[in-house]
């Protein structure tokens, strides 16, 4: 793996820059570097300071609670949120954005979501990692949803890349098509039971297939498994309740891309977004 380059946004809030830590630790298991980005949003410029005035004295600020910072890893830009950072991330060549789920007025125990998080989630070209409560970046277990399409494929081998060393855990949800009105076209019990266990053992065979298809390095920890679901993002969180992770990740394209903000809205654990 290439050496780790993160972005972090941080708005000076207390939230950020409790992620801006967690960020800066993370990455320094990789050896890696972090870059900050900070965005003054243009309304500001009906003051009488300039972007090169406000970067100076924010730098200062930033490096009073973090030295290791290099000023060159200090982007302060002008614009909107949800373009900028993204841009910063491309300009930057990041391989992963990290940042807090609210903004300048929640803070990381608050279940909202912040709106400029989503914008910079749907702006961004590469990953991006929301930090949903105050916990050190440290995971074992990860979970992904899969549709086996080639977009899941680039996806995982995306999250292998910058997680390394987790146990990935993908899951398949497949739906039993028209259940509600199987009794009606004269299906028994046992005919659906039979029906249901067919389409279970497909999405199995399909999955056993997918995993092969990724050609991982061998010290790669994966595994998978199949579930019936209804496929409602309310109920993710039941859903998946008996199975061991800290982290899920969902990438934004194919057949479980609607999930993916239900899922960062309402999850407890940090979530990875990717869109491929």
């Not at 990455?27 to 100076?56: A, C, M, P, Q, W």
């Not at 982007?75 to 391989?95: F, P, T, W, Y």
């Not at 497949?174 to 076209?185: A, G, I, K, S």
């Amino acid at each position: 793996m290439n050496k780790l380059k993160t972005l972090v946004a941080v708005d000076f809030s207390k939230d950020s820059l409790t992620v801006l830590q967690k960020a800066i630790d993370f990455t320094k298991k990789f050896n890696g570097d972090v870059h900050v980005v900070h965005v003054v949003e243009n309304s500001f410029f009906s003051k009488k300071k300039d972007l090169s005035y406000i970067r100076e004295h924010s730098i200062k600020v930033l490096n009073e609670k973090f030295p290791a910072i290099k000023d060159e890893n200090f982007h302060c830009v002008s614009g909107k949120i949800r373009s900028e950072v993204a841009k910063a991330a491309q300009i930057l060549n990041s391989d992963l954005i990290i940042m807090g789920k609210s903004g300048e007025t929640y803070f990381l125990g608050d279940s909202y979501m912040g709106s400029h998080t989503k914008d910079i989630i749907r702006n961004s070209l590469i990953p991006v990692l929301v930090v949903k409560s105050d916990h050190e970046l440290k995971y074992k277990n990860l979970l992904m949803l899969t549709d086996f399409s080639n977009d899941s494929r680039k996806a995982i081998r995306k999250v292998v890349n910058i997680f390394p060393n987790l146990h990935i855990k993908l899951l398949n949800f497949y739906t039993v098509p028209f259940e509600n009105r199987l009794n009606n076209y004269g299906f028994n019990d046992s005919d659906l039971a039979e029906y249901q266990l067919s389409l279970m053992q497909e999405s199995t065979e399909k999955l056993d297939i997918f995993i092969s298809s990724l050609e991982l390095p061998k010290d790669v920890k994966i595994s998978g498994r199949v579930r019936k679901s209804s496929l409602n993002p309310k109920l993710f969180e039941s859903e998946v309740k008996d199975i061991v992770f800290d982290i899920v990740a969902v990438h934004t394209t194919g057949k479980i891309s609607f999930y993916a903000l239900d899922i960062l809205e309402g999850s407890e654990k940090d979530v990875v977004i990717l869109k491929v």
